[in-house]
């Protein structure tokens, strides 16, 4: 039984993760809390949901096209929310506000679509299969849940870390004004960052609504709350905080749900983040500076 | 190769610049000296496009720099070693110096520049897995020169290159700099040290004030008895 629950807590704490680390992304990068990064991840579900409903895609086509249309819902909030922002130095706290009202725009735009109903994947987008593990009943969708997610956070380190633009990204999460004197384009580097961030969301989305199995416009917004406690428990900016953080809040709001009850979760999951703030105020992987890749801007 | 004609800089409301003036030729090494908050950084910062002048002009072989985005003058060849060094703490001395090749664009297809810049600073080969971070401050200069270097630049500008460095570091890096100057790299060179600066340059101009007080060449700002009573007395003092 604890086994199972711990399972099921790791397949969507790796989806929680997967969803944090665009958020995390964007600030460690760009310096920006994009309060719209739920209304991504929806929007993002709701791609995927189409491109099956819709097209008859198979369940692969819609994982890759939750992930153009999330980075490119993403770049556009940039265009719209934070780039005008930008150009006239305006402070941080602008562009929370600005992403907070790009989120009520998005989240009023899916409601108007869907007509507040909840939709779902179809029965056979995905073969339901079970396999007995070490007495554990593992689905196939739990196992591709977790190589999608796994994948995922190879190829973007790869490219962050091996990459030439990777390299430029880590530069500009450094320094912007030093990047720039290098020749970095800090556009292109803007528009990277957002189209990342937003894919990852877009994936996490489509693996949500399987999961689950519903999809509707208000499915981000507890998603994004509890991103907020896995970068800030994980260290803001930090890669790796933000993915074994994902993973602890999985596990534990399975686990609260199955022995304690449903209601208690969010308790639970907020209780651990003042706990863990008390004895460690910058996380547990957070830096004093801030993280692994957020250092103040120049 | 480098005009600058009647900018003026002012940030928020306080004027940096006023009407300055000064041409930096091929191949030569131009200083400016002068007084801290005197304008000499907020000058390169211009020349590099980090900060808006709002009139005047700086033409680079003919191109007009001003209202340039920073990456676009980089990449044209006119490279800015920052001050305070600002190597990328958290990416080894090998990333932040391939970051350096970036400004290089199309320009120039060297692959020599890797190797030039360790025969130039051996320990920057060393060092090459070492984070820029963990690097001393002298290490960490040659480092953002190296940098500057491996873009191709066609001109390079210096600010405060021997600030908070050892006497001794501070030869090595102007020694560096001589021979980067005799191979044929303009520079334009903004130092505190006046008298390092003068020993080293082949024009010079002092900036106070945001103005250009006087300039000429080195060797007769030198000379110039108002130039030794200000500047030169004070930095062996300070020296």
Do not use: C
């Amino acid at each position: 039984m604890l086994a199972q629950q711990l399972l099921n807590g790791v397949v969507v704490g790796s989806v929680y993760g997967l969803f944090a680390l665009g958020f995390t992304l964007l600030f460690g990068v760009n310096h920006i809390m994009n309060m719209a990064h739920g209304a991504v991840f929806m929007w993002g579900a709701f791609a995927g949901l189409f491109a099956v409903t819709m097209f008859d895609l198979p369940f692969a086509a819609a994982l890759v096209i939750g992930a153009v249309a999330g980075g490119l819902l993403s770049v556009v909030l940039d265009w719209v929310a934070f780039r005008p922002l930008r150009k006239r130095n305006a402070p941080e706290f602008s562009a929370i506000v600005s992403s907070i009202g790009a989120n009520l725009i998005l989240l009023s735009l899916a409601q108007q679509m869907t007509a507040t109903r909840v939709m779902r994947f179809p029965f056979d987008t995905f073969p339901i299969r079970f396999y007995e593990i070490l007495g554990v009943r593992v689905q196939l969708l739990q196992l591709v849940i977790m190589a999608v997610v796994i994948l995922t956070v190879v190829g973007l380190v790869w490219y962050l870390q091996r990459t030439n633009a990777g390299r430029q990204i880590r530069a500009v999460a450094y320094s912007e004004g030093t990047s720039r004197l290098l020749g970095i384009n800090p556009f292109s580097i803007n528009f990277q960052v957002f189209f990342l961030s937003g894919a990852l969301a877009g994936v996490a989305g489509v693996l949500i609504g399987l999961v689950f199995n519903s999809v509707h416009f208000m499915m981000g917004e507890p998603l994004l709350l509890r991103a907020f406690v896995v970068i800030i428990l994980g260290g803001l900016g930090s890669i790796p905080g933000a993915l074994i953080a994902g993973l602890l809040i999985g596990i534990v709001q399975v686990l609260t749900v199955s022995y304690l009850s449903a209601g208690m979760a969010d308790v639970v999951v907020f209780s651990l983040l003042f706990l863990v703030l008390l004895a460690r105020p910058t996380g547990l992987f957070g830096s004093a500076s801030g993280g692994a890749a957020r250092v103040a801007r120049q | 190769m480098l005009e600058v004609s009647g900018l003026s800089v002012s940030y928020s409301g306080i004027r940096a610049l006023k009407d300055v003036s000064l041409t930096v030729g091929k191949g030569e090494i131009f200083a400016l000296i002068g007084p801290n908050g005197a304008g000499k950084s907020t000058l390169l910062n211009t020349l590099s496009g980090m900060v808006q002048a709002q009139t005047g002009h700086a033409r680079f072989d003919g191109v007009e720099l001003i209202g340039r985005p920073a990456h676009r003058i980089a990449r044209a060849g006119l490279i800015q070693v920052p001050e305070g060094r600002q190597v990328i703490a958290p990416l080894t001395v090998r990333e932040n110096l391939e970051l350096g090749r970036i400004a290089a664009g199309t320009r120039s297809g060297d692959r020599n520049a890797l190797d030039r810049v360790h025969d130039l600073f051996p320990v920057l080969a060393e060092r090459r897995t070492q984070l820029a971070g963990s690097l001393s401050g002298g290490q960490q200069q040659m480092l953002a020169i190296g940098r500057a270097l491996m873009g191709a630049p066609r001109i390079l500008l210096l600010d405060e290159p021997s600030l908070g460095l050892a006497p001794v570091i501070v030869r090595e890096v102007f020694d560096a700099l001589l021979r980067l100057n005799a191979s044929g790299l303009t520079i334009l060179l903004v130092e505190q040290n006046a008298k390092l600066a003068l020993e080293t340059a082949h024009h010079a101009a002092i900036l106070e004030m945001g103005r250009v007080v006087m300039r000429g060449t080195a060797a007769d700002l030198a000379h110039d008895p108002l130039v030794v009573d200000h500047y030169l007395g004070r930095t062996e003092e300070t020296a």
